[in-house]
């Protein structure tokens, strides 16, 4: 039996939303100073800005033709409670050699898929079905990709917010999506 070859995922794009985001919600530990003598751990979400510009996207379409294919979504939320457990244990060996280093965490799923983005007008999309009409939209195959979505994480973002609108922004969190043959690529330009 042949390997299925690699699918697509295609990450919706509305015209003008060219390829110039270079932010990334990281997850940061920092250590603050309470009293001189205690040091208290400082676990947060914050934007970066990273020299690495891509598309940024909220959705992703994957074919799910059977039930051990999470959605990105899924994937993601693991991704981002793995990353904070990284980060607790991080702070617990600190503690014990009493050392006190600022890390950055930066969520990465790696893929074997074909990453392209769909770029389309948002009118053009038809309201019974959903669906693109054929020739609206522009296919292009990208290498990486950011993938920005509201997920809820244990830890905060670096302010509280001032209003609903804001407390959505303030819990969206940026995974990169790179395909395999480009990791080494995305890892030089972070």
Request: glycine residues 2%; positive net charge.
């Given at each position: 039996?042949?390997?299925?070859?690699?699918?697509?995922?295609?990450?919706?794009?509305?015209?003008?939303?060219?390829?110039?985001?270079?932010?990334?919600?990281?997850?940061?530990l920092?250590?603050?100073?309470?009293?001189?003598?205690s040091?208290?751990?400082?676990i947060?979400?914050?934007?970066?800005?990273?020299?690495?510009?891509?598309?940024?996207?909220?959705?992703?379409?994957?074919?799910?033709?059977?039930?051990?294919?999470?959605?990105?979504?899924?994937?993601?939320?693991?991704?981002?409670?793995?990353?904070?457990?990284?980060?607790?244990?991080?702070?617990?060996?600190?503690?014990?050699?009493?050392t006190?280093?600022?890390?950055?965490?930066?969520?990465?799923?790696?893929?074997?898929?074909?990453?392209?983005?769909?770029?389309?007008?948002?009118?053009?999309?038809?309201?019974?079905?959903?669906?693109?009409?054929?020739?609206?939209?522009?296919?292009?195959?990208?290498?990486y990709?950011?993938?920005?979505?509201?997920?809820?994480?244990?830890?905060?973002?670096f302010?509280?917010?001032k209003?609903?609108?804001?407390?959505?922004?303030l819990?969206?969190?940026?995974?990169?999506?790179?395909?395999?043959?480009?990791?080494?690529?995305?890892?030089?330009?972070?």
């Open positions: 039996k042949c390997p299925k070859e690699p699918q697509d995922w295609i990450f919706l794009i509305e015209r003008g939303g060219e390829p110039t985001v270079n932010r990334v919600c990281c997850l940061s920092d250590h603050c100073r309470e009293v001189e003598s040091i208290k751990p400082l947060i979400w914050k934007d970066s800005d990273y020299r690495l510009v891509t598309f940024e996207s909220d959705f992703c379409v994957r074919e799910q033709d059977d039930k051990n294919r999470p959605l990105l979504e899924r994937q993601s939320r693991t991704l981002l409670r793995s990353a904070e457990c990284l980060a607790e244990e991080e702070h617990l060996l600190q503690q014990e050699r009493k006190h280093q600022s890390v950055t965490y930066v969520p990465v799923i790696v893929t074997t898929a074909n990453l392209k983005v769909c770029i389309f007008q948002a009118a053009d999309v038809r309201i019974v079905d959903g669906r693109i009409p054929k020739g609206s939209a522009k296919f292009e195959q990208v290498d990709i950011r993938f920005r979505k509201t997920i809820l994480t244990k830890y905060p973002t302010k509280p917010p209003d609903l609108a804001e407390a959505n922004y819990q969206q969190r940026t995974i990169l999506i790179v395909q395999a043959q480009r990791l080494s690529e995305l890892l030089h330009r972070l």
